[in-house]
């Protein structure tokens, strides 16, 4: 082994590492939040199956890189809501048919 004094490394530096504190109202925005929320929105309204699945990928990304300590859970569950509301209103809304005379 290397002498003690050969030793690059200095213990007394060392300083534990001090988490900022989070203000809410100051987070800056989540893009998959916002885009999850518009593309459901205009899935529902337009009844369009690309923008509601484009509305829940933006949810699967948001859900994954969502971390604990910065989550607004109204606009998370909101965004959900639209995506999910737009998908099953396209996805299994009946059509209606032309009436025969």
């Given amino acids: 082994m290397a ?27 989540d893009l998959y939040t916002f885009a999850a929320l518009g593309l459901g929105l205009v899935g529902m309204l337009m009844r369009s199956r690309l923008t509601s699945f484009a509305a829940c990928l933006c949810c699967l990304g948001m859900l994954s890189n969502m971390r604990y300590a910065e989550v607004d859970t109204k606009q998370v569950l909101t965004s959900v809501a639209f995506a999910v509301s737009g998908l099953c209103l396209n996805q299994y809304a009946h059509t209606q048919l032309p009436q025969s005379s």
Avoid: M
């Fill in 3 to 29: 002498p003690k004094e050969s030793d690059p490394r200095r213990p007394d530096r060392v300083r534990p590492i001090k988490r900022a504190d989070i203000n809410l109202d100051e987070l800056p925005p």
